[in-house]
């Protein structure tokens, strides 16, 4: 096939990116230790410590790892002298490297917005790290505006119509098919749960991507979740599961990082902004069920600047579950009985995620939202 439909067949509107470049945001190697539920009991909080001093290094507010463990009541220990760093408390655990930005939260990948700083022999995390990915997460809603218990998801099938999404032409399988299917067992799953669940798209119709969170926003979703495969040209092998939220102002997408990749950080507030916290949580939890529940490798939660997530209300997240360029994995989403059990995780972590905001405790606001350097 000439090279340009190639490239358009694997064109992914929702990521407004060609060529899902997720090779360039992370290693290959799955998570060293199982993932853990978020929603673990946290450690009582002292009210003194919530918020972690905050000091700049160059451009950026960060705050010192040291301080944060104590702001969460959790355990913080180095190695590599110094260079290394983990935070451990009852259920939750966290790992980070000087100037990476791979972390691993309760045993996940997570990529962070901004490399972890050293400065004068202290570890220190961003300021939005820690308020809008971290802390969210390790102890549910922390800092956060609270929410109440979600009763309305909001599920997108992505791709529809004219526009197939990725395609396995071997397997005569396409994206915009395999979305909506995973959409509606999900739907069955989670309305016999009692939660109201609302379908972007019934049928095979092109819905624009922005259209798609109005959507959301009309049904007062309180969550929102958009459901893809992955595929990577001239790659067979490559297999896992990638979750995606939106990153809060003045961060980057994750592929921005990559040689040659344009710097795309965004200092205007987009409406998602004011539940970044949130929607870390609810990236955290389904992420937690694809690898835990699936078996699926952990190619990480990252940050990327979809249009489908920017006009939300509600929290919300992109799930990529899974490559449609491997041929093992392309059979195995191929047949009901995985797909099925793509949707019981898919609503086993939303349910995870409502036992979070359910039982999140209020703390002090970190930060007056949206957010800013
Ligand atoms: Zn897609």
Redesign the pocket.
Known sequence: MPRAAFLARFR????LALLWPSRLSGAESPPRTPPTRPGAPAAELPPSAARPPVRRIGRVEHVALPDVARALGLQFTTADQGRRATLKGPGVSAAFEAESREATLNGLRLFLGDPVALAGGVLCLSRVDFERSVAPVLQPGFGLEPRPAPKVIVLDA??GGHDP??VNAHLKIN?KML?LDVARRARRLLEADGFRVVLTRESDTFIALPQRAVASNVAQADAFVSI??NALPQDARTTGVEVYTFPPRGQRSANSWGPGAKEDAEQHASPVHRVDGWSALLAHSLHGRLVGDLKAPDRGRKLMHLAVLRPLQAPGVLV?CGFLTSEAEARRIATPEYRQQLAAALAAGIRDYARAVGTARRTPRTSSLPSSR
């Open positions: 992914c509107l929702a990521g992505g791709h999404g990725r994206e979305t893809h495969f990529e």
